[in-house]
């Protein structure tokens, strides 16, 4: 098995364009909250994908409706309606507390669709095309070149030169920041409520308030970035939700299609009939029969079984477990998050924690050099939170004790 393994690597090594340092392992099937390799070796995962798989793996329903569609119809494009689309539209209406929806292929498409829905809105308004958007940095909101260019981290842009459009960037928790870049030009903020990438960072009651209330007294959109944060993933469907701090538009993919390729972005009907129109956007998978089968069924397996509420149970064990790592060893500065959105912050890269502890077992993934990220699937138990922690705590000892 380890030369079937290592057969695979070596093929893909020759084969796919080399944009990521992948781990040295295959993984071939899922079940449960568990990942097996091609040789057969059993992971706890704690990453889900990137805060993708939701329900894990092989959850009975779910693969149920995804097979049932496959023997209906795949694709229709977007110069036909399906049924799919319009019932997990009205479904995702329901759970997001938004008016229209676009379904995309991606959180960074989604993003794309969020900030040209803006600028239009705003040109709509004043007839200009110089408009400015303030983004955060640290922010991350994908690597196309329009969500690249509100991305936070100079590091992913200077390679490309000059963005598209003007962006601005403030400080995150910090409103006067904000403040200070708004002029006439200015027509949206975006930022994420939990920050990811940048390192698991929630956003304070009173900046995200703050930034509401100055885009109210501006005449600014407020778009928030709910890719990774959302679905549930804070114990609310929505992360904005449990501050009670509405946008005008939303971004979300990740967990919206619990493995299916998918991702969304939605307005209030104040922008939507200011803003794009038959011609102004577009896509041809987006939306199809399958992905939005996928969205259906997971939208309609999370108000069944109430899975943010499971989230909120089960976060207080989950953060005492994480505490109970940071107050044994010094190497860790700090646990911050939201819900099953974890980061332990170290005072050295992760790098070597990763890979140590997936060799016992268990896959993390960093946010950043020195964070540890841990965004399990949403259906995770004590006893699974039990053994991430004790795999955790061998792998530090081992490597920094």
Request: net charge negative; charged share 25%; with cysteine.
């Amino acid at each position: 098995m380890a030369d079937r393994m290592n057969a695979i690597i070596e093929q893909a090594e020759k084969d796919l364009l080399h944009t990521y340092n992948r781990y040295q392992i295959v993984l071939d099937r899922g079940e449960g909250v568990c990942l097996y390799d091609v040789s057969g070796k059993r992971y706890l995962d704690f990453a889900a994908g990137i805060a993708v798989f939701a329900l894990g793996y092989h959850y009975k329903d779910y693969d149920e409706a995804l097979k049932a569609q496959i023997d209906k119809l795949l694709h229709t494009s977007n110069l036909f309606y399906n049924e799919p689309a319009a019932d997990a539209a009205a479904l995702l209406k329901k759970a997001s507390g938004m008016d229209r929806v676009f379904f995309t292929n991606s959180g960074a498409e989604a993003v794309e669709g969020a900030l040209k829905a803006a600028v239009k809105y705003a040109y709509t308004h004043d007839g200009r095309t110089d408009h400015e958007i303030i983004a955060m940095e640290h922010s991350f909101h994908g690597r196309t070149y329009g969500a690249l260019s509100v991305t936070g981290n100079a590091h992913y842009r200077e390679p490309f030169g000059s963005m598209p459009g003007t962006v601005r960037f403030a400080q995150f928790n910090d409103l006067d920041s904000v403040k200070a870049l708004v002029n006439d030009r200015t027509c949206a903020v975006i930022l994420e409520a939990v920050q990811g990438e940048g390192g698991l960072v929630p956003a304070t009651q009173q900046f995200l308030e703050g930034v509401r209330a100055l885009c109210d007294e501006k005449g600014i959109l407020l778009i928030l970035d709910e890719v990774q944060c959302g679905m549930g993933r804070t114990g609310y469907m929505y992360a904005w939700q449990k501050y009670g701090v509405k946008p005008d538009i939303m971004a979300t993919a990740k967990g919206l299609g619990c493995g299916v390729p998918v991702g969304a972005f939605l307005m209030t009907e104040e922008v939507a009939k200011d803003s794009l129109v038959p011609g102004d956007h577009g896509t041809t998978y987006g939306g199809n029969p399958f992905a939005c089968a996928a969205v259906r069924k997971v939208l309609e397996l999370f108000e069944e079984n109430d899975i943010p509420g499971h989230v909120r149970e089960i976060t207080p064990y989950f953060e005492a477990a994480l505490d109970r790592l940071a107050e044994k060893y010094d190497c860790i500065l700090e646990r911050r998050g939201s819900g099953l959105m974890q980061g332990l912050v170290f005072d050295r890269p992760v790098g070597g924690l990763i890979k140590e502890a997936m060799s016992r077992g268990l896959i993390t993934i960093s946010a950043g050099a020195n964070v540890l990220r841990l965004v399990p699937p949403l259906v995770i138990e004590k006893e699974n939170i039990d053994e991430m922690a004790g795999i955790l705590d061998e792998s530090i000892a081992a490597l920094f004790k």
